[in-house]
């Protein structure tokens, strides 16, 4: 099973930018669908962004869309969100999720059950 590992949290004032990182280790990156998730203090994790195996499908929550970018590189086994903008309610704790499909064209859906999480890192936007 994928182990991840997220990194590049930290304290940003609003309006600023973020990038996370997701590496994974193990065998086969590239045969996984990754997904980005956040929890916020007293609410429900989220789904914030998704991108299949070939990175031909993406999907983002709409409270992010236009702001975060998903992308990967599959020769370093990582995945990144790229976070323009940022709110305070984008503040939370962001965890990356693996799913393994065996269909390079298999696209990504936030709803999916992701078997594999990383520890996660601390987002925090306030002035």
């Known amino acids: 099973q994928l182990q991840l590992v997220e990194s590049g949290g930290g304290l940003v004032q609003p309006g600023g930018s973020l990038t996370l990182s997701c590496e994974g280790s193990?065998?086969?990156?590239?045969?996984?669908?990754i997904g980005w998730f956040r929890q916020a203090p007293g609410k429900e994790r989220e789904g914030v962004a998704c991108?299949?195996?070939?990175?031909?499908?993406?999907n983002y929550a709409d409270s992010v869309k236009g702001r975060f970018t998903i992308s990967r590189d599959d020769a370093k086994k990582t995945v990144y969100l790229q976070m323009n903008n940022l709110r305070a309610e984008d503040t939370g704790i962001y965890y990356c999720a693996a799913r393994r499909r065996t269909t390079v064209q298999a696209r990504c859906n936030l709803q999916s059950n992701f078997p594999s999480w990383g520890q996660g890192t601390q987002v925090t936007v306030s002035s």
């Open positions: 991108m299949s195996r070939s990175g031909g499908d993406i």
């Open positions: 193990g065998f086969g990156f590239d045969y996984y669908v």
